[in-house]
């Protein structure tokens, strides 16, 4: 007998026999539709369990004590493992890895050579300037470790340095043994030179392609640093102590030779120059080799002067002075080597 349009066939839908019945909705879900291809997360409703919400166990809680036996799963963190150069497991952090041990190994050696380096700078007083105190030092060391020919030439050719350009040549005719300072400067002049002490004093003696002028070239090492010499050129400079003459230095008299009779009265021009690159100060002072006296001696530089009308200017004397001593400043200079030299 057909089912009626009331009967449970109409309700629940016609399906083949042997089909099976298709799940049962939850209340308050909704139904899936034909056209969804994936399933969708759907709230689940709260059931009561026994007439009580259903909720976590505590049993389950990361603080509940852990009971031997319970059936619960045991995690433990285990030290983790890394590879040698056979890709064999060993632990990490057992030893430094080859490159951090080299890298730490130089380090070490790198901070104690650096360390070496500086105490043994410190110990030798080097304050690092290594290029210009080897310099100065050096210079200081000329007197005994340079030629005396080299120092104070034979012949010395001073092109343009006479007076209206001319050109000069000297001949050396005596040189003074080296020796200390006594009495080799007059009371004054040794008095403003203490300052820097005296280690060496050099001399020779020249005269000009006539014979008619000599000039006693003069260099005094001192025992003083960089920093003394610098205050005594300034000194010099600020006073125009190089411009005085009560503080001309002494001439060196040879005898048999032009300048046998050049002594303190025959003074006629001079110069001094104090060096600030090296312990040394360079002086020279002219006269006539005929041993005539000098009554109004004058400073190289102004007999120098265009239109200086006093003897020494008109002999010349002052070109003879200042020529020569910057000529024998230029080898000094030369013998300490380029990073010294200056034009002049």
């Known amino acids: 007998m057909a089912p009626t349009a009331q009967g449970p066939g109409v309700a629940e839908g016609l399906r083949p026999v042997g089909a099976p019945r298709p799940p049962a909705q939850r209340p308050g879900v909704p139904e899936e539709t034909p056209s969804e291809t994936t399933r969708r997360l759907r709230p689940v409703p709260a059931e009561p369990v026994g007439g009580h919400d259903s909720g976590p166990d505590p049993a389950l809680s990361w603080s509940a004590p852990v009971v031997p036996g319970d059936g619960r799963p045991r995690v433990s963190f285990g030290r983790p493992e890394g590879y040698d150069g056979l890709a064999r497991p060993r632990p990490l952090g057992g030893r430094l890895r080859p490159q951090a041990l080299a890298a730490a190994v130089c380090l070490v050696l790198g901070v104690g050579l650096l360390t070496g380096a500086v105490t043994g700078s410190w110990l030798a007083g080097d304050s690092g300037d290594g290029g210009a105190r080897s310099a100065f030092a050096e210079a ?205």
């Open 140 to 344: 200081g060391d000329l007197w005994h470790s340079v030629p005396v020919d080299q120092l104070f030439p034979p012949t010395v050719r001073g092109q343009g340095a006479g007076p209206g350009g001319a050109d000069r040549t000297w001949t050396r005719v005596a040189v003074a043994p080296d020796g200390d300072c006594a009495a080799a400067f007059d009371r004054l002049l040794a008095k403003v030179l203490d300052p820097v002490g005296c280690r060496r004093l050099l001399r020779a003696t020249y005269t000009d392609a006539t014979r008619s002028h000599v000039t006693t070239v003069g260099m005094l090492f001192t025992k003083a640093d960089a920093a003394a010499m610098t205050s005594l050129a300034k000194r010099f400079e600020k006073e125009g102590l190089g411009g005085r003459d009560d503080l001309m230095p002494l001439p060196y008299a040879a005898k048999d030779t032009p300048a046998a009779g050049f002594g303190a009265r025959q003074r006629a021009a001079w110069t001094v120059s104090v060096l600030t690159d090296a312990p040394v100060v360079v002086y020279a002072v002219s006269g006539w080799a005929d041993a005539r006296t000098v009554d109004d001696p004058q400073p190289a530089e102004e007999a120098m002067e265009s239109g200086a009308t006093s003897a020494p200017a008109q002999a010349g004397l002052g070109h003879e002075a200042k020529g020569l001593a910057d000529r024998v400043e230029r080898a000094l200079r030369k013998n300490v080597g380029p990073a010294t030299e200056h034009p002049s």
